[in-house]
């Protein structure tokens, strides 16, 4: 196999099961999601240990608000409590905080959280943590339609100029440059699809799917599965 076809550049993560996870141990749904995000810090450490340039977790989907009010009203603290008590460790390993998403439907004090630590990282030059926060990929896809439909309009490209390179220019993730598209998704809790994250992007990305909640999920069974897909041989509809 190609050496190429082993590099792990960028990861994506649906970080699922927490509330599956709270409720088998008799807990309230927001316990799981609690546990979940001290799992980030641990996971997210392991991937720029292993070299990782870019680690997307999917942390709020735009389908999320129809939950409780009272669990939604939770998620959208959660990003106050992991910057105000994990920045300090991400500065010290050069992290550089990305939040890709929808923020002006954000309450403002969550927006206000993300943008301080966008901020404070924006020097660090080590691997992005990348959240997907109230994001939904058809709703990037038609975002980036609709902004490519009025730059036609306003004279800046030219219709014959769309290709995939172009649309790819209009993601949310263009800024990613030559990382933009996963190599690699995980999933845990053991659902197996997308839930509208990153469908473009993951056109030939290799997928793997654990039964783990991710509370659950370990750096060993983290390590494990990069492993395995460092064994496979990615042929990108190629022989």
Known sequence: MKQENKRLDHLAIIMDGNGRWAQERHLPRIIGHRSGMNKVKEIALAANEL??????LYAFSTENWGR???????????????????????QKNNIKVNIMGFNDKLPLATAEIIKKAEQETA??????????????SRQEITAAISKIALDIQNKKIEVDSINE?????????AKFGDYADPDLLIRT?????LS???????????F???????PDFTTDEFKKIVEEY?????RFGKI
Do not use: C
């Open 51 to 56: 070299g990782v340039k870019v680690l997307t």
């Open 68 to 90: 409780p009010r009272d669990e939604v009203n939770y998620l959208m603290k959660l990003p106050i409590n992991f910057f105000n008590k994990f920045m300090p460790e991400l």
């Open 123 to 136: 020097d660090n030059d080590g691997m992005i943590l990348n959240f997907a926060f109230n994001y939904g």
């Open 165 to 173: 390179q172009l649309v790819s220019d209009y993601l949310m993730t």
């Open 189 to 193: 809790s053991g659902e197996e699809r």
């Open 196 to 206: 509208n994250f990153m469908l473009w992007q993951l056109a030939y990305s290799e």
């Open 208 to 214: 793997y799917f654990t039964k783990t909640y991710w």
């Open 230 to 234: 460092q064994h496979r041989d990615r």
